[in-house]
């Protein structure tokens, strides 16, 4: 299939380099003319694992970059939306799907064949058919339906694992006006054998990755609340609790031969400092904000957001029990992406801990493996970064853990053989407590 992808970011590149290696041919669209001539050298403009190797292998082949949308639109004959929608501090700013809806109706008024219309952006329930489609249509003087199809299929892939969530997806969402919009949505994904499909209308498809963000970032506010309250308590240890949960029936199950399976949900009821990231923290908040732009009061997930706003603050309130002044402490962040395996610090639990501890006086230092650039962009030229994790744990008071990057593991080993020790605050609780002489953490 010839298809076109705009928006060449986190979800349009892994989309588009992924669906050329599925056989398409792919053409993918940015307003960023530096990102366009990176892809079509064959490199990636952003860190995710596998995919440098995957465009390597197709750019000049089935895959090539542009910034003319027109074009793009024109020369295939499907288009998906892959812009950000991001929060606009009140709801959902649909300005960049806006923009392009209003080129791709263009673009279909000099179109002959019939051309389909998908977003793949997150936008909120109803988008697609009071936003998208009236736009479609006034630009391009045609009807949804009968002229050109318009659907909706909702991205899940998460940042750090996105090639391989692409490729390996557990579900995938089509949501359309007719069969035909469906149907050629389900050619698009004829190579993803075995996956469950799920066909429905666009606003459910748009409600669906709603609820599946919504549920993830309940769970983690839920786990966080009451990490808290335990360490509140005293004598309750949060990763003692997360282990009597996880062997409930119902996250649990047992094979045949005895083994247990820890349902993968159980990662989102272990406490930390917050969720972050690009997706979470702000589809909550377009979803609460819509929810009340519709006169509901949406008290759950708007207290989901408040539980994780102040979850950050839990860190510094530990520090602040070992240090009463932080004036002068010198505290090394391990961990500055909001998660592991990606660069992308956007919305990362890491920043209001820095900010935080500046503002106390702290002299912070900050360590990540692949996210250095993005920390000199948040934080300034001048914020020292440590080269390596030895290096960050040398000379410190305190070593705060705030992202669960592997090479962390090897921590223990290295804090064992210095003498003073300092103190180590797992914002993860990815370490064992007993591994570390001078261990406190979230929900201890
Ligand atoms: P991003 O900011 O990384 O990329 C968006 C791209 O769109 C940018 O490169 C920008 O230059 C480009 N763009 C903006 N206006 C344009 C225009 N008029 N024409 C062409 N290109 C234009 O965003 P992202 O993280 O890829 O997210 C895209 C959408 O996917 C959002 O709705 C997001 O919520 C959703 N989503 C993101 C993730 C994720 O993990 N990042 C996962 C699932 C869904």
């Not at 041919?25 to 530096?34: A, F, G, H, L, T």
């Not at 058919?129 to 299929?153: C, H, I, Q, Y």
């Not at 349902?263 to 979470?280: E, K, N, W, Y």
């Not at 519709?294 to 860190?315: C, F, I, S, Y």
């Amino acid at each position: 299939m010839k298809l076109s992808v705009i928006g060449t970011g986190y979800v349009g590149l892994v989309s588009g380099t992924c669906l050329a290696d599925k056989g398409h041919d792919v053409i993918c669209v940015d307003v960023d003319r530096e990102k366009v001539e990176c892809v079509n050298r064959g490199e990636s403009p952003i860190f995710e694992r596998g995919l440098q190797a995957l465009l390597e292998k197709n750019a000049g082949k089935r895959l090539r970059a542009t910034t003319d949308l027109e074009a793009a639109v024109r020369d295939t004959e499907l288009t998906l939306i892959a812009v950000g929608t991001p929060f606009d501090g009140v709801a959902i700013d649909l300005r960049f799907i806006e923009q392009v809806s209003r080129q791709i109706g263009t673009a279909l008024v000099t179109k002959s064949g019939y051309h389909v219309v998908v977003i793949k952006s997150t936008v909120v329930p109803g988008t697609t058919e009071t936003v998208v489609r009236p736009l479609l249509e006034a630009a391009s003087g045609r009807k949804a339906g009968p002229d050109f199809g318009l659907g909706m299929n909702p991205e899940f892939l998460t940042e750090g694992e996105a090639v391989g969530d692409f490729m390996a997806p557990d579900r995938i969402v089509i949501g359309g006006i007719d069969e035909r919009s469906l149907d050629a949505q389900a050619r698009l994904y004829e190579g993803f054998a075995g996956v469950p499909i799920v066909r429905c209308n666009n606003a459910t498809a748009e409600m669906i990755k709603y609820a599946s963000n919504a549920l993830l970032a309940t769970l983690i506010s839920f786990s966080n609340e009451l990490a808290n309250l335990g360490a509140a308590v005293g004598g309750i240890d949060t990763v003692d609790v997360s282990r009597g949960l996880e062997t409930s029936r119902y996250l649990s199950s047992v094979l045949p031969n005895g083994e247990r399976l820890i349902a993968p949900i159980h990662a989102f009821l272990l406490a930390g400092c917050g969720f972050g990231g690009s997706c979470l923290p702000k589809d909550v908040a377009a979803l609460v904000a819509e929810g009340r732009r519709r006169g509901l009061k949406m008290g759950l997930l708007d207290a989901v957001l408040r539980v994780n706003a102040t979850q950050p603050g839990e860190v510094v309130r530990i520090l602040e029990n070992h240090f009463p002044d932080l004036s002068g402490v010198r505290i090394s962040i391990l961990g500055l992406s909001f998660r592991p395996d990606t660069d992308d610090m956007r919305e990362s639990p890491a920043i209001p801990i820095v900010r935080a501890l500046q503002e106390r006086g702290a002299r912070v230092r900050g360590y990540d493996p692949v996210s250095a650039h993005e920390a000199r962009k948040v934080f300034g030229a001048e914020f020292p970064l440590c080269e390596n994790l030895a290096e960050a744990l040398h000379d410190c008071d305190a070593a705060v853990l705030l992202t669960r990057w592997r090479e962390f593991e090897a921590i223990p080993a290295l804090l064992a053989g210095m003498s003073p020790q300092p103190l180590f605050v797992d914002g993860r609780r990815m370490l064992d407590k007993t591994s570390i002489e001078r261990y406190d953490g979230i929900g201890l």
